[in-house]
């Protein structure tokens, strides 16, 4: 079945280093999307990508959507300790059908201050 | 917008009863889905109404799992005979319903079966 993977699964840095969490999909997705949860939180839609090689920045944060649209990378830079959480990226069913979502496993963020 | 709203925050069941959760959407939208979640790992995917109409349903969905959406407003989830391996987050989204509507999530709740 159509799956999302994420690595990697958890990623311990220091205040200020960058982080970068990868996203794969066993199909070409018509769009990807990005969520964060924090600890003891819900899912918080952060950005869509659509367009093939589209990059899209939040002010630390960088997305980015692969040339096939099968591949997505989030980028921060400089983390702070607000960003502690973890990541989801999450494409369209394979058929498209009612906007249901496939989540990847998450990568968890923790930052030492 | 109030946000998605659900009840109980938490639930502690004895293996073999029945729960039933309940999820109040953003008002104006018309698509509503259920996900689980349990530790470390992503939100599954459940099942999704479009207005009352329950569309799509997770082939890894039991037939002790049930959701109705009566009146194309609040949701809610039933477990019957309910078992350890069903102690999850279940969360409930609701979107505006058009092409890749970002999902808005609920807090949750916590079902633990003992």
């Known amino acids: 079945g159509q799956q999302v993977m994420q690595i990697p699964q958890y990623q311990h840095v220091q205040e200020g280093e960058d982080f970068t969490t990868y996203c794969n999909s066993s199909?070409?997705?018509?769009?990807i999307q990005w969520y964060k949860q924090r600890p003891g939180g819900h899912p918080v839609f952060l950005i869509q990508?659509?367009?093939?090689?589209e990059v899209k920045k939040q002010k630390r944060l960088t997305f980015q959507f692969g040339e096939a649209k099968k591949n997505s990378s989030l980028h921060i830079t400089a983390t702070q300790t607000t960003d502690v959480g973890t990541y989801f990226c999450?494409?369209?069913?394979?058929?498209?059908?009612?906007?249901?979502?496939?989540f990847g496993q998450g990568t968890e963020l923790s930052v030492k201050p | 917008d109030t946000g998605v709203s659900q009840n109980p925050r938490h639930k502690i069941t004895k293996r073999g009863q029945n729960v039933t959760f309940r999820c109040d959407p953003i008002s104006e939208h018309n698509r509503l889905y259920w996900y689980r979640q349990t530790l470390g790992q992503g939100p599954e995917f459940l099942t999704y109404f479009q207005n009352e109409a329950q569309l799509e349903k997770s082939r890894l969905l039991s037939d002790r799992f049930s959701a109705e959406r009566p009146k194309g407003s609040f949701s809610t989830l039933e477990i019957q005979r309910t078992e350890q391996g069903d102690s999850a987050m279940y969360l409930c989204?609701?979107?505006?319903?058009?092409?890749?509507?970002?999902?808005?999530f609920g807090n949750g709740t916590r079902l633990t079966v003992t």
């Open positions: 989204a609701s979107s505006p319903g058009t092409g890749g509507s970002p999902l808005h």
């Open positions: 990508l659509v367009k093939s090689g």
């Open positions: 199909t070409t997705l018509s769009n």
């Open positions: 999450a494409g369209p069913g394979i058929y498209n059908q009612g906007g249901k979502l496939i």
